[in-house]
């Protein structure tokens, strides 16, 4: 069974530009989350999806970023325009309805020059 | 204002010795969970504490959850380079994942 997948494992955009990164949760999960580590900093909670609906946002950190879950299966989170501080490490992440385990992607990794 | 703090933040050992790493805070954990991060992947859920005093064992790794669950711990014995790795512990916030993570050792076991 495919984890839970990420795409584009690298990214590097100039200020300004817009990236879209894409999350593919392991199938079935209903649950999806985002979260981000930058630079010196611990790993932070983002968002939290439940199917298409957004059941948490409290972690966006300003309208720059906007996430969808079209459909209930995987999510996209967008960045526009990026900042130099938006530059870090994205986790997507997904578990079962009731479960136990969380997994997460292997992350993206964005870069804002 | 960062809930967890974990100590040590580096730790470099040689292969076969022991370790033990720290998770503290100064509010209490509902539940405690502790992962592992490789260079290059997410991380991966080791374990979950949840009741004051618990120890549990994986292999060679035992984790504590202090009685009056603000503190846990990680003690590894006779470390391998295979344990090399980024060590996280993070709190749930409820009955979802909405995970609140500590900074995490990083740890380098040399052979």
């Known amino acids: 069974e495919a984890g839970v997948t990420q795409f584009p494992s690298h990214s590097v955009i100039e200020k300004g530009q817009t990236v879209t990164l894409r999350c593919d949760p392991i199938?079935?999960?209903?649950?999806l989350y985002w979260y981000r580590r930058v630079m010196g900093k611990e790993i932070k909670f983002l968002l939290h999806f439940v199917k298409e609906s957004k059941q948490d946002e409290s972690g966006m950190p300003n309208n720059r970023f906007l996430a969808e879950r079209t459909g209930g299966t995987y999510s996209t989170l967008k960045v526009q325009p990026a900042e130099l501080e938006d530059s870090g490490v994205y986790f997507c992440?997904?578990?079962?309805?009731?479960?136990?385990?969380?997994?997460f992607g292997e992350g993206s990794w964005l870069t804002v020059v | 204002t960062q809930l967890l703090e974990q100590s040590p933040q580096f730790l470099s050992i040689q292969e076969g010795e022991n370790l033990t790493v720290y998770c503290n805070s100064s509010?209490?954990?509902?539940?405690l969970q502790w992962y592992r991060q490789e260079p290059g992947e997410g991380p991966v859920l080791l374990v979950t504490v949840v009741t004051g005093g618990e120890v549990k064992k994986l292999k060679r790794l035992t984790f504590q959850f202090g009685d009056a669950r603000k503190d846990s711990s990680l003690h590894i014995t006779a470390a391998q380079p295979g344990d090399t790795g980024l060590y996280l512990c993070a709190m749930r916030g409820g009955s979802n994942y909405k995970l609140t993570f500590g900074k995490g050792t990083l740890l380098t076991v040399n052979p």
């Open positions: 992440a997904s578990n079962p309805s009731g479960g136990n385990t969380i997994y």
């Open positions: 199938s079935g999960h209903d649950n």
């Open positions: 509010s209490v954990f509902s539940s």
